[in-house]
């Protein structure tokens, strides 16, 4: 059976067809079609010749395309800029390139737009030398110069493509003017001699702009061999491959285009990046866009590319406000993957004293400036909603900077120990809930460890106080800080007590080795709780915002422009302060290793000195600090059970619902059977007071200071003074209400009876009273005025 010429593929021992047996081919199917029996047969055979025909034009055309030089030097720019992701630049480098192709030898290395220059110089030399021939005629030449000069404009010139429009326009102009001026003056003086010499520099001068824009193309030159590729033992870049393609091609589409949201822009510089990322760098219109308009465009760029606006990210480049840097998410599952803890050696820099705790999208650490032997501790802010990751967070720099055995940490948790359930069981320090003033009594020993360390760096010429394992950083974390300066929570005195001492611990303390990490969900001043000097501080170096549902008050952060509420939960957050970035990173997922590596960090106490004062002013609170935490839950399982003894039949029924809760509750009984927890009390001097010369008596505002402890009275009357005196200065409502407690313990529920306020203004009046010392809890819920 006959093989179709067309179908059969060549076999490898039959040489190659040239073109005389492709004619002869041809001539052979012409002349079977001419002698066929029938029609059909005759079709068959003229269409095959005419395809066997084209064919063989088309290989030759492509034969004689691979060896033209310019071809080939087209196709390898195209290629470069392809590599370089200039998609638009390479699709016109092809274009060139099948132009050429197009043309024969002649045309493709013609020089005859570069010679135009050469030939207006010869004729403006011609119009002169018959100018000078023809006497007064000089202007009527001159004047058909210049009409021929606008006429070609028109023609052509307008349309040229070797210069941008307004270059071509003004070298037009000057080209017009100059050969009009040398026609005019050389028809009345002759175009010989140094005349012809001044048209000649003069005329190649003018020639040059155009003759930089118009090559005689040169053969390339060889491409030396590609270097042999070496083995990598790296792991290799994520493929992406989900519109990966199509970023380039949607916003050159949708974006640049005529009318788009950012008209006239660019993409290039396409980089893949890990977990489904890649970056790109924006190239705007200089003089009518810059970095800051992509961030009001957001909305409308995702909407033009069919995006979410959570999948772009826009930061500065380096090289100006004229370019942006764009960070596109194609692959959200990658993006979510968890980014385990790689341990406290390596997110803590003992150089630069960096405490890395996340990764931005391109692989950089995400730092937090916590520490440097040489310029003190330094504070700082987290804020995040429920749920964002802020707490774990918290967990994680704190067990960074316990391994690296030069820190301390002493922990405020209002939440009853909920939030930082595993730092408060390796912290030094750890003050659970707002009640029994807990949270103000560490704070008064933050106060007092800030003050004795600036007094021995003082009396020892020192600036900042020396970080060493036997002198560690104090690092003070109050999660929830809100509650904790909040005076409906913890009481007006004991607020504007915490807020002066971490307002003066994020002023004056960093050179005595303390730093704050203040953590909160609010978005208001209340974080900080109204006072602008510890925002001020506690913002200055470290600040980090994660996912919030509501708007940041707009005195809150200063100079921040990301959107927290687009964040995704869990470990998405922005750095602010030094190192920060306008794109978003993401934490560490340190929860699944916490225990295992706080198993092994040492927990160090303060030097000796400091620790003498903290005795001396504390007392027992300092010595049982270890077991504070225990303390809190005794307390608050005495408050779940209303100070009665554990039943063993109520036992048993938790132990059915919650094994766990049971042996708690079992555990706590037996450390505190009786359910008669000390109250905190803190020792609270006399305000001063000063008589004027006209028998005044001027006694300071509602103020205490907790820095000292109190004299103790020799006798009652002294301590009769000194309560009224505590009273004078406070509210009324504490003063009524102290009227209505005895040396008899008596019940929340009388003593509300009994008053004329309300349940919240009775309950922060027990709380200011108790924190004052003058009254106590004998059993829970049960007040009593300290003996």
């Not at 021929?148 to 070797?162: E, I």
């Not at 380039?248 to 788009?260: D, I, K, P």
């Amino acid at each position: 059976m006959a093989s179709h010429p067309h179908t059969t593929p060549p076999s490898p021992r039959r040489r190659p067809a040239g073109p005389a047996t492709v004619d002869t081919r041809v001539e052979q199917l012409l002349a079977s079609a001419a002698g066929a029996a029938d029609s059909h047969t005759a079709l068959e055979h003229l269409v095959t010749a005419a395809e066997l025909e084209a064919k063989a034009k088309a290989d030759a055309d492509a034969e004689r395309a691979a060896a033209d030089p310019l071809v080939g030097k087209l196709v390898a720019r195209a290629k470069t800029a392809l590599d370089a992701g200039d998609r638009d630049r390479a699709e016109q480098l092809l274009a060139a390139a099948q132009t050429a192709a197009d043309r024969d030898r002649f045309d493709a290395l013609s020089i005859r737009g570069h010679a135009v220059p050469l030939a207006v110089i010869g004729l403006l030399w011609a119009g002169a030398a018959a100018g000078h021939m023809l006497p007064g005629s000089g202007p009527t030449i001159a004047g058909l110069y210049l009409t021929l000069a606008v006429v070609w404009w028109w023609a052509k010139g307008r349309r040229a493509v070797w210069a941008d429009r307004p270059r071509r326009r003004r070298h037009a102009t000057l080209t017009t003017a100059a050969g009009a001026g040398w026609l005019y003056w050389a028809a009345a003086t002759g175009a010989t001699g140094w005349h012809a010499a001044v048209l000649w520099i003069g005329g190649y001068l003018l020639a040059a702009p155009y003759w930089s824009g118009i090559h005689i193309p040169n053969p390339p030159a060889p491409a030396p061999p590609a270097p042999a590729p070496e083995a990598s033992t790296a792991a290799p870049r994520l493929e992406v491959t989900e519109q990966g393609s199509n970023v380039m091609e949607l916003w050159a589409r949708w974006v640049a285009c005529r009318g788009g949201p950012v008209e006239g822009s660019r993409l290039t510089h396409r980089e893949r990046l890990d977990h489904g990322r890649e970056a790109y760098t924006v190239l705007l219109v200089r003089g009518k866009q810059d970095r800051d308009g992509l961030d009001t465009r957001l909305r409308l760029i995702a909407s033009a590319m069919g995006m979410s606006r959570k999948d772009l990210e826009f930061e500065d480049h380096p090289d100006g406000a004229h370019r942006a840097r764009l960070i596109v998410t194609l692959n959200r599952d990658q993006a979510a993957a968890t980014l385990l803890y790689p341990g406290p050696q390596a997110c803590f820099d003992p150089d630069t004293g960096m405490t890395y705790w996340g990764v931005w999208p391109d692989g950089q650490l995400m730092p937090w400036e916590a520490f440097h032997p040489d310029r003190g501790v330094f504070s700082g802010v987290i804020l995040g909603a429920s749920r964002s990751g802020k707490s774990r967070l918290i967990e994680q720099l704190c067990l960074t900077w316990m391994a690296t055995g030069m820190v301390t940490v002493w922990m405020i948790d209002p939440q009853n120990g909920s939030s930082l359930p595993t730092l408060a069981q390796h912290a030094d320090w750890p003050a659970i809930g707002t009640d029994k003033g807990r949270a103000g009594t560490l704070l008064r020993a933050v106060d007092i460890v800030g003050k004795s360390r600036t007094k021995l760096n003082g009396s020892v010429g020192r600036l900042v106080h020396p970080i060493s394992r036997r002198a560690p950083a104090l690092m003070v974390v109050i999660d929830e800080c809100h509650m904790v300066f909040d005076p409906k929570i913890v009481g007006s005195v004991e607020a504007a007590h915490n807020i002066a001492i971490a307002e003066r611990a994020a002023r004056a303390y960093s050179k005595a080795g303390i730093g704050l990490v203040l953590a909160s969900q609010n978005t208001d001043q209340s974080v900080f709780g109204n006072s602008e000097a510890l925002r001020m501080n506690a913002w200055n170096l470290n600040g980090i915002i994660m996912r919030l549902p509501s708007n940041i008050a707009g005195n809150l952060v200063a100079g921040f422009n990301g959107d927290a509420k687009k964040l995704p939960p869990f470990g998405y957050a922005y750095r602010l302060g030094s190192g920060a970035r306008d794109i978003s990173g993401r934490s560490f997922d340190a929860e699944p290793v916490l225990e295992e590596h706080y198993a092994t960090v040492p927990t160090l106490e303060l030097e000796a000195a400091v620790r003498y004062q903290l005795r001396k002013q504390l007392g027992d609170t300092y010595d049982n600090r270890h077991n504070a935490a225990e303390d809190a839950a005794a307390d608050m399982a005495a408050e779940f059970l209303d100070g009665e003894d554990l039943d063993p039949e109520f036992l048993a029924a938790v132990a059915e619902d919650d094994p766990a809760v049971a042996a708690r509750l079992q555990e706590l009984t037996a450390r505190r059977p009786h359910w008669t927890p000390t109250p905190v009390q803190t020792a609270i001097p006399a305000p001063v007071t000063r008589m004027t010369p006209t028998g005044v008596t001027l006694r300071p505002a509602t103020w205490i200071s907790l820095t000292n402890p109190a004299p103790q009275p020799d006798t009652a009357t002294e301590t009769a003074d000194e309560t009224s005196d505590l009273l004078e200065a406070a509210a009324q409502s504490r003063r009524d209400v102290y009227q209505l407690i005895t040396n008899t313990p008596a019940p929340f529920g009388d003593i509300l009876d009994r008053s004329t306020y309300s349940k919240a203004t009775v309950d922060r009046a027990l709380n200011d009273l108790e924190f004052l010392g003058l009254i106590h809890q004998p059993h829970y819920g049960h007040y009593a005025r300290t003996a």
